[in-house]
């Protein structure tokens, strides 16, 4: 016997009516998204929790440390020279860069930092703007892809393998250029180099340009990046922000310029700043430093003190054998040298008591060293001060109110490498 | 007007809080005596004489000594680009001193790090967590009686606790040795 089941018919009325109160009780509800460790915006491991209401961010908590190392303990427990490798692994992008900022540091501590032979100098910013240049170019490349704009990404790495090739040239290794020493570099500059750079620099300009067509006018991306994130000038202070993204806040700092260190006063740059410092404008201010370390770079290929093959036998490192290990000749058939040597190597420098803060301008903004030394050949405490570190701390106020899909455009424009952010 | 006028601006309005400024390698460093003031005389050098910028809030542990602690303040103005350093003392039975995350909103990372490595807490920070290390982690790794080895963690399901085997690297020294005998932990082993 068949039972009748009432079915509930209802009007078209009643329908909405029960959709909407369903609406009702969803709205308002939040919901939360894990972003990261491992995903492709983050460019690293940054995880970020955030909290959505719809499509629109309402809060946002940067969790940071999956590639915590331990590098400020490790650096406690070795000489100065023995720290330098670690310095590689800080910006991984830019590690000719951040060779130049630890040996500059511990020279300060030494008291010899403006006592560095000239053709010493002007190697030491060479590798610095090409380290800017490197960096800069990633940077770009990642924050285009993560837009959609795949080209840019190619092309800008095949501007980059060049300049791997020229750090293979002057330190052996493309990534881990540990090109630096304690008061002068690993060795003079291999005679072809400076026409190689020539070379690169020759071919940069063309290419950056090209580079350009593909984004500043483009609408597509000026409509995804322009008043994105905006960062006003008090909050760039205010958070610490250094280097790109505080100069596209319209902020005029720049390390090289107000706190000159090598040869930076003799030659001639220009400091771009934004004027609304929003994701163009950051976009923007990286553009041309790239073009101004190119300035910079053809100006050290005519200025350099001995030319490309040095004939006039110019010094590139301090010469104290205290300081810098003596030539290999002269320890195997000298007392002296050989004493310095042995000292060098087992016990490192004898640096003085005291402390000194030494920042550099770094591709992604200021990298300072705190040495606090109490004498000896080890540091007592050595603190890192990274500008990916202190750059993503403004995340938890720039990304409330921007859409999901903002929030991977605003982390290619603050540019951050986590391997130095978590040291 | 040259970094050392604007430490004696600040002695004169604080008085014998703060040291007589010590100059090494061109950097004025100033040690304020009392810790819980730290954050007027920040205020005062931020909003009187132009220190703006708060580059780095650092920690050291200066084991074996009392008061242990000391955390170095770097401040910088972008405005006539002056540095000072400030220093203050904080002891190992308090390990506790008010947050500067209200004069410069940079320090709340800063804090949390030195928070997270060295356990100095900051009072009125608005979110006192560990940033590097992981929630529940039961060390503070900087401190100097913290071994470079590491320590095992009874947290279940945590990896990488376990000592590395090389206690830390064919390179390690330890540091404060007078020779290379004592800094060299290899070099003590085999000579017994």
């Known amino acids: 016997m068949a039972t009748v089941q009432d079915i509930e018919i209802r009007d078209s009325a009643a329908r909405a009516a029960q959709a909407a109160d369903e609406l009702e009780d969803s709205v308002g509800e939040k919901m ?7 995903h492709p915006a983050t460019h690293g491991v940054l995880r970020i929790v955030l909290e959505l209401d719809g499509e629109i961010v309402t809060q946002a908590d940067p ?4 590639l915590h190392r331990g590098d400020e303990k490790i650096a406690e427990n070795m000489t100065y020279t023995q720290f330098i490798p670690y310095t590689d692994r800080l910006d991984y992008l830019a590690p000719l860069a951040n060779n130049v900022a630890y040996a500059l540091a511990v020279e300060k501590l030494l008291g010899i930092e403006k006592a560095l032979p000239p053709r010493c100098q002007y190697i030491r910013v060479m590798c610095a703007e090409l380290a800017r240049i490197s960096a800069h170019l990633l940077g770009l490349g990642a924050f285009a892809m993560d837009m959609g704009a795949v080209t840019v990404f190619l092309l800008s790495f095949t501007e980059r393998e060049k300049i791997y090739n020229l750090a293979e040239a002057i330190s052996g290794a493309r990534f881990t250029t540990s090109y630096t020493r304690i008061g002068g570099v690993m060795r003079d500059l291999p005679p072809t180099w400076l026409d190689q750079c020539q070379k690169f620099c020759d071919e940069f300009i063309p290419a950056l340009n090209e580079l350009e067509t593909l984004l500043t006018r483009n609408r597509i991306w000026v409509d995804r990046v322009r008043n994105l994130a905006v960062i006003s000038k008090e909050d760039a202070i205010n958070y610490g922000l250094s280097g790109p993204n505080l100069r596209g806040s319209g902020i005029e700092w720049d390390l090289r310029k107000n706190q000159p260190y090598l040869c930076y006063p003799d030659l001639e740059f220009d400091i771009p700043t934004g004027s609304v410092g929003d994701c163009y404008d950051r976009y923007l201010v990286r553009m041309e430093e790239m073009r101004q370390s190119v300035r910079i770079l053809l100006q050290c290929i005519k200025k350099i003190p001995g030319g490309a093959d040095n004939k006039t036998k110019e010094p590139v490192n301090f010469a104290d054998g205290k300081i810098f290990l003596p030539p290999k000749e002269k320890v195997m058939s000298k007392m002296e040298e050989l004493i310095h040597q042995f000292i060098l190597v ?45 750059n993503l701390s403004i995340i938890p106020k720039i990304f409330p109110g921007c859409l999901i899909s903002d929030t991977v455009a605003i982390l290619g424009s603050l540019d951050f490498v986590m391997g130095e952010c978590d040291r | 007007m040259p970094p050392l006028e604007f430490a004696q601006k600040l002695k004169t309005k604080f008085g014998p809080v703060i040291s007589e400024p010590a100059e090494f390698r061109g950097e004025i460093t100033l040690k304020v005596g009392d810790a819980g003031r730290i954050v007027e005389i920040c205020e005062f050098a931020k909003k009187e004489l132009g220190f703006d910028y708060l580059v780095d809030v650092s920690s050291v542990d200066n084991y074996g000594d009392d008061p242990r602690w000391t955390i170095v303040y770097h401040l910088r103005s972008l405005k006539h680009g002056n540095e000072l350093r400030l220093k203050t003392d ?26 997270d490595m060295m356990g100095i807490r900051f009072s009125g920070h608005p979110d006192l967590r560990r ?21 095992p963690s009874e947290l279940p ?5 376990k000592p590395a085997p090389l206690e830390g690297g064919p390179f390690v020294t330890a540091p404060g040795g007078k020779d290379a005998i004592e800094r060299e932990p290899r070099v003590r082993t085999s000579e017994g």
């Open chain 2, 157 to 161: 399901g945590v990896a990488f606790t």
């Open chain 2, 90 to 115: 904080v002891s190992e039975e308090k390990s506790e001193l008010p947050t500067v995350t209200t004069v410069w909103k940079t320090a709340n990372w800063h804090e949390r790090e030195i928070y």
């Open chain 1, 32 to 38: 939360v998204l894990n972003m990261g460790p491992s």
């Open chain 1, 346 to 390: 087992t016990q490192g420098m004898n640096c003085p008591p005291g402390e000194v803060y030494f920042g550099h301008e770094n591709p992604k903004g200021e990298l300072g060293f705190y040495i606090n030394s109490r004498g000896g050949g080890t540091p007592y405490r050595m603190k890192i001060r990274s500008p990916s570190f202190v």
């Open chain 2, 131 to 151: 940033i590097l290390m992981w929630e529940g982690y039961p060390y503070f790794p900087l401190r100097k009686d913290f071994p470079l080895a590491g320590k």
């Open chain 1, 63 to 66: 969790d940071i440390g999956y």
